[in-house]
């Protein structure tokens, strides 16, 4: 079944322990991203990469990294998460850039991140 | 921020009604996208549009798009309780492959 998987699906941690938020894509897509979904502030996306070892800064960068080693995989990782990184995270992949743009995405389940 | 808007925020039908969304952006655009999000789930994709198109359909779904007005409409015909979820209009920047998402809209369809 063609899908995006995120682990863990929830976590509740302390500031400053890091942790890694898992995504993963079994369709062979080249472009996946990360987004934060806050209350009244819709998805605002975090990063973003179009191939292996490509990765770009989204709206909200600050606080976060990723890596691209493997066209399947595209952790986040909070280096040192904070309270105000609280959030409902979403990995999404999507085939090759249609021309002109980015398709359709493929959003996985989401992963529920508190800090406290 | 690109980020668009989604108007209304928030909107409650009868069930056979039809419910009219709408989006306003930013900037200039490669192609705009709906999707659709059931309480605290994944997205799931419903329609693109591309810059260069003013209309498509699908299944009970219509959307517009006026480049000039930088704003979109999504319609969905004879509502069904199932519709309840939050809608949300994403665009792509002419310029790169950043993706932004609009506030959403959240659709209660009553039985």
């Known amino acids: 079944e063609a899908q995006v998987t995120q682990n863990p699906r929830y976590l509740i941690t302390v500031t400053g322990k890091k942790l890694t938020v898992t995504c993963s894509q079994n369709m062979n897509h080249e472009y996946m991203s990360w987004y934060r979904q806050d209350p009244g502030l819709g998805l605002r996306q975090i990063y973003y990469?179009?191939?292996?070892?490509?990765?770009d800064k989204g709206d909200v960068p600050e606080g976060y990294k990723v890596s691209r080693k493997e066209k399947r995989n595209f952790p986040l990782i909070l280096e040192s998460p904070s309270p105000n990184q609280t959030s409902l995270y979403f990995c999404a992949s999507s085939p090759s850039s249609i021309p002109g743009g980015v398709g359709e995405l493929f959003f996985g389940e989401g992963s529920r991140l508190t800090v406290l | 921020s690109q980020q668009g808007e989604e108007d209304p925020q928030a909107l409650s039908i009868q069930e056979g009604e039809n419910a009219t969304m709408n989006c306003s952006y930013k900037t200039s655009i490669n192609n705009l996208q709906w999707y659709r999000q059931n309480s605290g789930r994944g997205l799931v994709h419903l329609i693109l549009i591309r810059s260069n198109e003013r209309e498509k359909h699908s299944g009970r779904l219509r959307v517009t798009l006026d480049t000039s007005k930088k704003s979109s409409s999504l319609l969905i015909t004879a509502s069904r309780a199932a519709d309840t979820a939050s809608y949300f209009c994403a665009t792509d920047a002419w310029y790169g492959n950043q993706f932004y998402f609009g506030t959403g809209t959240s659709l209660t369809v009553i039985p």
């Open positions: 990469s179009m191939n292996v070892e490509v990765t």
